[in-house]
């Protein structure tokens, strides 16, 4: 009678684990596709990045090779491929160079409108910033200052990485309209900030006194003249850039936008 008893537990407690590994091993096969087809995913797009990032690095290079030789149809054509490749990293140096291009042929709204694009695509607010204010430097001749005061007022903060040059080329802007008390505050703001090197300390002193002296166009010629961009950031500063270094490495910045 035991042996029966004994059996027949023995027998529930079998039903109960099937029940139980009917139960569960539907949800541990969904866990383990779930995990499988993340780590595919994660392998696919890293190699994804990389094959990118690969491409953008070689015709970075061949777009900087053939401007240093002078044949800019060829260095735009890479560029252009590189700016595709879909590395936020070179799209956005891509982007740059053919702004700078741009500028050479003297088309300063279509060269603003590659830094904007840029400035979208960088990859860190450094590069994007730098290509922000290029836009706005670029446009000091042509667009109208609510435009600039709308571009230049948010790189103004002070906890964006070019603020003082902003503020510079926004008084520029002003100057230029015609704004000589409004520009005559940023200048004195220039001149005593700490964060300002020295030779614009210089400029906005030399601005200030020709306003007061009623030279206010001897300012803009003076001042615009004598107006540089920024130094670029470490990461930017160097030989360009190889399909193992970082994606937001680059060559140089957009060259004399400000000048």
């Given at each position: 009678m035991v042996d029966l008893f004994d059996e027949v537990e023995e027998e529930l407690r079998s039903d109960r684990y099937r029940n139980l590994l009917r139960t569960y091993v539907p949800w541990v096969t969904v866990l383990f596709?779930?995990?499988?087809?993340?780590?595919?995913?994660?392998?696919?797009?890293?190699?994804?990045?990389?094959?990118?990032?690969?491409?953008?690095?070689?015709?970075?290079?061949?777009?900087?090779?053939?401007?240093?030789?002078g044949d800019s149809k060829t260095a735009l054509d890479n560029f252009e491929a590189a700016q595709k490749a879909g590395a936020p990293g070179y799209k956005t140096l891509a982007l740059m160079q053919q702004g700078n291009l741009r500028l050479e042929l003297n088309k300063p709204e279509e060269a603003a409108k590659l830094y904007d694009q840029a400035a979208d695509a960088a990859p860190n607010q450094i590069i994007g910033d730098l290509a922000r204010l290029t836009a706005a430097q670029v446009l000091l001749d042509t667009a109208p200052l609510p435009q600039l005061t709308t571009r230049l007022t948010p790189l103004m903060d002070g906890k964006r990485p070019y603020a003082i040059f902003a503020r510079e080329t926004l008084a520029m802007a002003k100057l230029m309209a015609g704004k000589k008390d409004d520009a005559r505050k940023d200048f004195a703001v220039i001149q005593l900030s700490l964060t300002a090197p020295e030779d614009m300390r210089q400029r906005a002193q030399l601005a200030i006194a020709l306003i007061d002296s009623g030279e206010a166009a001897t300012a803009v010629s003076a001042v615009k003249t004598a107006a540089t961009m920024p130094p670029p950031p470490a990461s930017m500063v160097g030989a360009p850039p190889t399909a193992t270094q970082a994606p937001d490495a680059a060559q140089s910045p957009p060259a004399g936008a400000a000048q």
């Open positions: 596709a779930v995990v499988l087809l993340g780590y595919l995913g994660f392998w696919g797009y890293t190699a994804w990045q990389d094959r990118n990032l690969a491409a953008g690095a070689l015709a970075y290079q061949k777009g900087v090779d053939a401007l240093s030789a």
